[in-house]
């Protein structure tokens, strides 16, 4: 075999494990379906949306979150803040959210910014099948 048939074959095995033993995504992937879970949040996640619930809030995502193929992904969705105490008959109002984050294997690093302030609402690390451990405001 030639020097070039045998670079040919290297490089086409390279390919099919992306980039010579990186973990490969494939392109147009979404989140796995079931629940994810960790400090502070849980999340359900369907082939239809995706719900959220942190200590003080409920978020949810139509449809399903596309990965790239590296794993990472951004999604939009609404917020709705809880808080402890009496509201108002209609609640709070749902703000417009963006999530941001990556998959790798069974775990999802995610942050959640409110995009009509730009908020910060922050950073959580979640585990395919884990309980969640939710500390709840009401």
């Keep these: 075999m030639s020097a070039i048939n ?9 390919a099919a494990v992306a ?6 995504v494939a392109p147009d992937s979404n989140v796995k379906a079931g629940r994810w879970a960790g400090p502070h949040v849980a999340m359900m996640v369907t082939s239809e949306r995706t719900d959220i619930e942190f200590d003080c809030g409920q978020a949810s995502v139509d449809g399903v979150i596309s990965l790239d193929r590296d ?15 009496p509201t ?23 942050r959640v910014t409110l995009t009509d302030q730009n908020e910060d609402i ?17």
């Design 88 to 110: 108002t008959p209609d609640g709070p109002p749902r703000r417009p959210m963006r999530l941001t984050g990556a998959v790798k294997d069974d775990t999802m690093d995610m």
């Design 19 to 24: 980039a010579c033993g990186a973990p490969f």
């Design 71 to 85: 794993g990472a992904f951004t999604a939009a969705g609404t917020f709705l803040q809880e808080r402890p105490g």
């Design 122 to 138: 922050g950073s959580f690390t979640l585990s395919f099948g884990a309980d969640a451990r939710l500390v709840k405001c009401k």
């Design 6 to 14: 045998r670079a040919v074959q290297l490089l086409a095995a390279c």
